[in-house]
């Protein structure tokens, strides 16, 4: 089978973007990732974005941004998995090259949600749930994973303090992240003093709505060579996997277990030849301080309802054990929503180049997961140094 | 949003939503609301069930930046119920203090407004839950 390297990288600083459009940023992030790669043409462009339609009333947005990014009549199109939509689009850019029916591939994932009005924007969000028997029930994204927080709280005996931790860290990373929407640190007091969004979530528990672009560019270690890429450029996508659970939450299973990040883990590790010890950093979906819980459980990362507890021994730090979140991740660097999975991808590039702010020393092996919907739809990658 | 919704989106779920008609497939696995293939077995083979509406709060929250459409309710307790049958509803609780609600708090279903569109709009109705009345 072929392999798929990474060879460009690049982003916008995520914020509000009050002055730049969707197609703004989006071809901001592509051009810096051509020029990364330091070439000028690509076979074709994969979308990442969540809800453009409702946002900024764009769809095709396959069509808009390789046609003002001037890359002529390429195929393009947009990929949508709700908040994995970036993950999703990474993933589909990986195929096209694996397939060989493409050799040199764009992704680029954008969102601009500061367009909207805030209780517009918390319904668009809300798309992504069930909307015959959620939203119509007048169910936030937030209030979804407020339920799922109290009930992990109680299961496993975690104080909000506890999941603050998650939050705290974040900050740490963001603040020196010069891409990070957030660059100050935080501290647990400063969780706990926030106010209230959906008991016993609080708004320092939870990402924040904002504006931006990342872009990668994938091709095979053979044309990489030919297009004359340096070889501390490439990075390798070793590993993919992709799952549903259940899109509304009452309907599920077990609340407490990411059934979808399990699956998606497993094939990814499998497909990549790694267990969760030969992984040096993760980039968890910490859209909530619980899913920064729940997630480092399903990536086998810490034991069922042990997830909180990494954060309470000071394992998730950027020099312990099981780092996560080393450029701010959700919280601290930003979540718009389409483009998250692209950022995580981008911030695992430079890790494993050893080009990140925060550096995890000799970084090899890297995953990002990136969750869609209340864990309804969830990306793992596994990225390694060549 | 202030657009009206459609009433024919509406009414096709009106069953489920005034009387809480779930499915129950051949092999005795109950899900709510009813679904043509069972969602534990893959039975197709699905009969309707009307669920008693008596359950226990298995955990809550206090929605206090609802999606637009819902600020006039604003904060609002928003919880999953476990029916008796054995399946997990979201909705909303009504007649009670939010200070009082806790887990495996005794509840039952009542039909009450979830939302006003504008003038010219419908109004929707579902269930929401309350404490059993003793
Ligand atoms: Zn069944």
Redesign the interface.
Not at chain 1, 117 to 120: E, K, N, Q, T, V
Not at chain 2, 58 to 71: A, K, L, M, Q
Not at chain 2, 87 to 92: D, E, N, S, Y
């Given at each position: 089978m072929r392999k798929a390297v990474i060879i460009g990288a690049g982003m916008t600083p995520v914020g509000e973007h009050w002055k730049l459009g969707l197609r703004d940023l989006a071809v901001e992030a592509l051009l810096n990732a051509m020029d990364d790669a330091g070439i000028d043409r690509v076979d074709s462009l994969y979308v990442g974005n969540m809800v453009s339609g409702p946002f900024v009333e764009q769809e095709n947005l396959g069509a808009l941004i390789a046609d003002w990014a001037g890359l002529g009549n390429i195929p393009a199109v947009k990929i949508e998995a709700a908040c994995a939509s970036g993950g999703a689009a990474v993933q589909e850019g990986v195929k096209a090259v694996l397939s060989g029916l493409e050799d040199v591939v764009a992704v680029v994932g954008v969102e601009k949600m500061t367009d909207a009005?805030?209780?517009?924007a918390?319904?668009y969000l809300?798309y992504a749930a069930d909307a015959?028997?959620?939203?119509?029930?007048?169910?936030?994204f937030?209030?979804l994973n407020?339920?799922?927080m109290?009930?992990y709280m109680?299961a496993y005996g975690y104080t909000e303090e506890d999941l603050a931790l998650f939050a705290v860290n974040a900050h740490a990373n963001g603040a020196k992240n010069p891409y990070a929407m957030f660059k100050r640190p935080i501290k647990v007091e400063t969780v706990l003093k926030s106010?209230?969004?959906?008991?016993?979530?609080k708004l320092f528990d939870a990402s924040p709505v904002c504006d931006g672009a990342a872009s990668v560019i994938i091709t095979t270690p053979e044309k990489a060579k030919e297009l004359g890429v340096p070889k501390e450029k490439w990075v390798e996508v070793a590993g993919m996997g992709r799952a549903i659970d259940?899109i509304?939450?009452?309907?599920?299973e077990d609340?407490l277990t990411l059934k979808a990040a399990k699956v998606a883990a497993e094939r990814a590790y499998k497909m990549a030849g790694v267990e969760p010890k030969d992984i040096d950093f993760f980039e968890v979906h910490d859209a909530f301080t619980v899913m920064a819980a729940l997630s480092l459980e399903a990536l086998g990362a810490a034991k069922k309802g042990e997830g909180a507890k990494l954060a309470k021994e000071g394992q998730i730090a950027i020099d312990a054990d099981y780092p996560i979140q080393t450029m701010g991740g959700l919280k601290a660097r930003g979540h718009p929503v389409g483009a998250t999975g692209v950022y995580q991808t981008v911030e695992a590039v430079l890790q494993l180049r050893g080009e990140a702010p925060s550096q995890v020393p000799d970084a090899e092996v890297g995953v990002t997961q990136n969750i869609g919907g209340t864990g309804s739809n969830i990306t793992v990658n596994v990225f390694r140094r060549v | 949003?202030a657009r009206p919704m459609q009433v024919s989106r509406y009414w096709r779920?009106f069953r489920e939503k005034y009387r809480l008609i779930g499915g129950k497939c051949e092999n005795g696995h109950v899900?709510f609301?009813k679904r043509s293939v069972c969602?534990v077995c893959g039975s197709r083979n699905v009969e309707e069930i009307e669920l008693s509406g008596r359950g226990k709060v298995?955990?809550?929250?206090?929605?206090?930046?609802?999606?637009?459409?819902?600020?006039y309710?604003k904060p609002?307790p928003?919880?999953?119920v476990e029916l008796e049958e054995g399946?997990?509803?979201?909705?909303?609780l009504t007649d009670v203090d939010p200070e009082e609600i806790d887990?495996g708090m005794e509840v039952e279903v009542v039909t009450k407004k979830?939302?006003e569109f504008e003038e010219d709009g419908i109004i929707?109705y579902?269930y929401k839950f309350r404490p059993v009345l003793k």
């Open positions: 009005w805030p209780s517009d918390t319904r809300a015959e028997w959620e939203l119509f029930h007048g169910a936030s937030v209030a407020a339920l799922v109290r009930y109680k106010p209230y969004v959906a008991d016993p979530l259940t509304s939450l009452a309907s599920r609340l | 949003m779920h899900h609301p969602p298995i955990s809550w929250t206090i929605v206090r930046n609802p999606p637009s459409g819902f600020e309710y609002f928003l919880a999953l399946p997990i509803v979201l909705a909303q887990f979830i939302r929707l579902g």
